[in-house]
C-alpha cells in the first residue's frame, strides 16, 4: 500500500506566543527566535513522570538570538535570580550541548522575561 502523503498545516509562530527574528547571518535568514515556556506540574502519575500539564501562568519568555561572538551570554528580567552561567541554566546546558555538537564559531544571546 502507498501511503499517503499528509500536508500537517502548521499555525503561524505567533498563535504560540512566539515570533522569529531575522537577519542575514544564517543560512535561513532567521537570527533567533522568542518563544513562550509555560510553567509546569509534573508527576500526577505516582512513581513515573508520565503525565503532566503546562500552565498559563507563570510563564518564561525567551529570546534567543544567534550571535557572531562566540559563547552564550544569559540575561533576564525578573526577579528570580535565573542563573546567568550558561553551565547552571538549562537553557544555557542546551545551547553548549548544540554548539559542542555542531564544532560551529558562534554564539548566542538569551533574554529571559
Not at 30 to 36: K, M
Not at 67 to 79: A, E, F, L, Q, Y
Request: charged residues 25%; glycine residues 8%.
Amino acid at each position: 500500500m502507498q501511503e499517503e502523503n499528509k500536508k500537517v498545516e502548521r499555525l503561524p509562530l505567533e498563535a504560540y506566543g512566539g515570533s522569529e527574528v531575522t537577519g542575514s547571518s544564517s543560512p535561513s535568514g532567521v537570527r533567533g527566535i522568542t518563544v513562550l515556556a509555560p510553567a509546569t506540574i509534573a508527576n500526577l502519575v505516582c512513581g513515573f513522570d508520565v503525565l503532566g500539564l503546562a500552565l498559563n501562568d507563570p510563564c518564561d519568555i525567551m529570546k534567543v538570538v544567534l550571535s557572531d561572538k562566540p559563547g552564550i551570554r544569559i540575561t533576564h528580567n525578573d526577579s528570580f535570580n535565573l542563573p546567568l552561567l550558561p553551565e547552571e541554566n538549562v537553557a544555557g546546558v542546551a545551547l553548549l550541548d548544540m554548539m559542542e555538537e555542531l564544532d560551529k564559531d558562534y554564539g548566542f544571546d538569551v533574554t529571559i522575561e
